[in-house]
């Protein structure tokens, strides 16, 4: 019985720091080279963070079927502090994976990544949940 006691309150505490990570949540992304869009939701994935695209939007808003959806868009995150981040961004408009750096402004993630000395702005996102 302590065991599980004790168990239980490693998960709760657990639970209660991934509640607590700004991170998690679905964004919208800025628009791409040819205009598209999407929904990313970030959550955890083992000790770090990942974000699926959940929808995908074509040039004129009109949401949109793509190959890329499920597709961790965001992968092996994790925060540096002072709200900055760094891991993997897929960009499917340019089919790179890039080294990104992420930086928190309360419900706002500018984007940004780089491939050897090619670095990419991805724009900034909204927090839509």
């Known amino acids: 019985m302590r065991k599980l006691v004790m168990m239980s309150a490693v998960l709760g505490i657990g ?8 991170l998690l949540g679905t964004w919208q992304t800025s628009k791409d080279d040819n205009g598209h869009s999407g929904l990313i939701e970030v959550a955890p994935c083992g000790n770090k963070l990942c974000g699926k695209l959940v929808k995908s939007y074509d040039e004129n808003g009109n ?54 000395f090619i670095c990419r702005d991805g724009g900034t996102w909204r927090k839509v949940q």
């Open 15 to 22: 639970a209660g720091m991934a509640m607590a990570e700004p």
């Open 63 to 116: 949401e949109t079927q793509s190959d890329n959806l499920g597709r961790n868009i965001i992968s092996g995150t994790v925060p540096v502090g002072g709200g900055e981040y760094k891991g993997k961004i897929y960009s499917p408009d340019r089919d790179k994976t890039y080294k990104s750096q992420l930086q928190l402004q309360g419900d706002r993630l500018k984007v940004s990544g780089c491939v050897m």
